[in-house]
Nanobody, 120 residues
Framework: QVHLVESGGGLVQAGGSLKLSCAASVNIRGLNVMGWYRQAPGKQRELVASITHSGITNYADSVKGRFTISRDNAKNTVALQMNNLKPEDTAVYYC??????????????WGQGTQVTVSS
């Protein structure tokens, strides 16, 4: 029912930029939260950034000032602009859809992930 597809990952040198995109198969208008998470080898999955239906954002301290999350409800997409990338940003990045209002089943939905590798 709900499918999320990430794109835009790749290999970049430290200090470079990358933009990730997430396309949802459903209408994302309504009460929900879209987010980006990441998981590095040997580490737990962590929240990178999130954005509500009304545009309220939240960022992990490690990415504040460098990353920007945005959403386009008309196109059912969410983006993550990543600037001044660091080697510690290397991880698999996952798109998340938190359907807390229950329109599509009251729960979390995840994309397949896209690899971001930052070299020094």
């Amino acid at each position: 029912q709900v499918h999320l597809v990430e794109s835009g990952g790749g290999l970049v040198q430290a200090g470079g930029s990358l933009k990730l995109s997430c396309a949802a198969s459903v209408n994302i208008r309504g009460l929900n939260v879209m987010g980006w998470y990441r998981q590095a080898p040997g580490k737990q999955r962590e929240l990178v950034a999130s954005i509500t239906h009304s545009g309220i954002t939240n960022y992990a301290d490690s990415v504040k000032g460098r990353f920007t999350i945005s959403r386009d409800n008309a196109k059912n997409t969410v983006a993550l602009q990543m600037n001044n990338l660091k080697p510690e940003d290397t991880a698999v990045y996952y798109c998340n859809f938190n359907d807390y209002s229950g329109v599509y089943g009251l729960g979390d939905y995840w994309g397949q992930g896209t690899q971001v590798t930052v070299s020094s």
